[in-house]
């Protein structure tokens, strides 16, 4: 299905397409938390990638107070609650309880744990001019 067929309002197809990576990197990193050939680094990669998806996700919304965050400094945010709403997501799909409904709750979860990894990012320092007198 093309991402702007799950726009809506005054949703940008850029947002959607935010969305979207967000949540296979859910399902990604979650899934390689489990089975035969998960390890360490597997799952380290995993949440390196929610992390970047989270950044993008955010990035298109053009929040402008979450702008000129330090995405290259993403294992010094609270990764925590964006894991936990992640496991909720993807487990929010499946079981006896799943329907529309818990799913687009799980979303809402994790687009909100999302912006708030991001907002609790360090900020970009300001460019300071080279000439020491201004």
Same mark, same amino acid.
């Given at each position: 299905m093309p991402v702007q067929a799950r726009v809506n309002g005054? #949703? !940008?197809? &850029? !947002?959607? *397409?935010?969305r979207q990576r967000l949540k296979l990197a859910a399902i990604g990193y979650v899934n390689a938390r489990h089975g035969l050939d998960t390890d360490a680094d597997l799952v380290y990669q995993g949440l390196k990638t929610l %992390?970047?998806?989270a950044a /993008?996700?955010?990035?298109a919304l053009? @929040?402008?107070? @979450?702008?000129? *965050?330090?995405?290259d400094l993403w294992a010094q945010g609270d990764t925590e609650p964006l894991k936990i709403a992640a496991i &909720?997501?993807? %487990? &929010? *799909?499946?079981?006896?309880? &799943? #329907?529309r409904g818990m799913t687009v709750e799980g979303l809402a979860f994790l687009c909100q744990?999302?912006?708030?990894?991001? /907002?609790? @990012?360090p900020k970009e320092e300001p460019k300071r001019p080279l000439d020491p007198q201004l």
């Open positions: 005054n #949703d !940008s197809p &850029a !947002s959607g *397409r935010g %992390c970047q998806m /993008e996700f955010v990035q053009n @929040l402008t107070q @979450l702008n000129n *965050r330090r995405i &909720a997501y993807v %487990c &929010a *799909r499946h079981g006896i309880d &799943a #329907d744990a999302a912006i708030n990894f991001v /907002e609790g @990012l």
